[in-house]
């Protein structure tokens, strides 16, 4: 990874634990974009869910899918990082919905660790996430609170 945005895990050391963590839905394509540029948007760039994280809460992109549309199944953890401003802002480009026109996304800026994926296979009997009954129904929300000691048992998981 070369985007600035990126932290090492000296950076962030392996016992700190935020006091809140997120896992934010999109496709390992998206997530990819925003590892590189160093952000996160979800909800096709609605402001809502982004203003429920605060500076330092951790946050774990999952993929269902490699690309938005796509029938076949990935179901990965995709990145993961710390979320490194105040406050949404209004990204500088246009985002192109379509039927539904142009808009500029809401986003917020992560420091993302330098990581490999995880498939959700591997780490599903670790989580608490996946403990409760029908646990992927609430991903259809975009971002759902993770218990934070997932957060460090996917930031394990994850190590490259």
Do not use: C
């Amino acid at each position: 990874m070369t985007s600035s945005t990126a932290i090492t895990r000296e950076d962030s050391p392996a016992g700190a634990v935020p006091q809140n963590a997120w896992l934010g839905v999109v496709s390992a394509e998206h997530a990819s974009i925003a590892v590189r540029r160093g952000f996160v948007q979800l909800n096709h760039g609605k402001r809502h869910n982004l203003a429920r994280m605060n500076r330092g809460d951790g946050f774990v992109y999952y993929s269902p899918t490699q690309r938005m549309g796509d029938k076949g199944r990935l179901r990965a953890f995709t990145a993961l990082g710390v979320i490194d401003d105040d406050e949404p802002y209004l990204a500088e480009e246009v985002m192109h919905m379509g039927a539904k026109g142009a808009i500029r996304p809401w986003r917020r800026n992560v420091r993302f660790l330098q990581l490999r994926s995880v498939r959700l296979s591997d780490v599903s009997g670790e989580l608490l996430l996946t403990r409760q009954p029908n646990w992927g129904y609430s991903l259809r929300f975009g971002l759902v609170p993770l218990p934070v000691g997932d957060f460090g048992t996917l930031r394990s998981a994850m190590a490259v």
